[in-house]
């Protein structure tokens, strides 16, 4: 996973609880996304970010938010959960020298 | 705009037999294109990549894949398959340039079965 870490790995919500997915990469890269995979599709990025301080919305960005305020965190923030958050969460980096994305292991989100 | 276009949401094949996973893309720029595979229940992991080098791409594992500008196509292929290469196989598009910042692309995915 070239050194993308994600934390929990699995995790229930209720209905309009909160919850934080943290992302951290230890290779100093300054391009980090968040997708989420649901059941039979592709991956579609919710956020992303250039570096520190700068974030921006991706395809699917509504309901979530992100902050981005060291190069190593890039935290993804569900404030009012809904049963169509219930997905997979991956965070990645994008390596520009080898023009390659690594993806962390995911986190698995069921909202009851 | 950039788009991907799986041509199979399934396909089956017997072990030792050839793979063909088809993907067809669209891009306004010269694009970088990549096939992910997805275990069950794991993350991704690339396969190969296409990035305006040689358009036969060699990957892992025994599989390849051939950029194909005029078609706009890069199927992925294995001469023979083997149980451990059933998965879900993703074909993505990029572009690394401008303020496209390497966002990625996904198809919406081919599942392989494998037979014995």
């Known amino acids: 996973n070239a050194g993308v870490t994600q934390t929990p790995k699995f995790r229930i919500l209720k209905i309009g609880q909160s919850m934080t997915l943290q992302c951290t990469q230890d290779m100093n890269h300054n391009y980090m996304y968040w997708y989420r995979q649901d059941p039979g599709m592709g991956l579609k990025l919710i956020y992303y970010?250039?570096?520190?301080?700068?974030?921006d919305k991706g395809e699917v960005p509504n309901g979530y938010n992100v902050s981005r305020s060291t190069t190593e965190d890039f935290p993804l923030r569900l404030e009012l959960a809904a049963p169509s958050q219930t997905s997979v969460y991956f965070c990645?980096?994008?390596?520009?020298?080898?023009?390659?994305?690594?993806f962390g292991p995911g986190t698995r989100l069921t909202v009851l | 705009a950039q788009s991907v276009t799986q041509l199979d949401s399934h396909v089956s094949v017997s072990e030792g037999t050839p793979v063909l996973l088809r993907c067809n893309y669209s891009s306004s720029y010269s694009p970088s294109l990549f096939w992910y595979v997805q275990h069950p229940n794991k993350g991704l992991q690339l396969l190969l990549k296409y990035t305006s080098a040689a358009t036969l791409v060699k990957g892992i594992n025994g599989f390849e894949a051939e950029f194909k500008k005029s078609e706009t196509s890069f199927h992925l292929t294995k001469p023979s398959a083997h149980m451990s290469d059933a998965a879900e196989y993703f074909c993505?598009?990029?572009?690394?340039?401008?303020?496209?910042?390497?966002?990625?692309?996904f198809g919406q995915g081919t599942i392989l079965t494998v037979h014995p």
């Open positions: 990645a980096i994008w390596d520009r020298v080898r023009n390659e994305q690594f």
């Open positions: 993505v598009v990029s572009f690394a340039g401008g303020t496209s910042y390497g966002k990625l692309t």
């Open positions: 970010s250039v570096g520190a301080g700068i974030t």
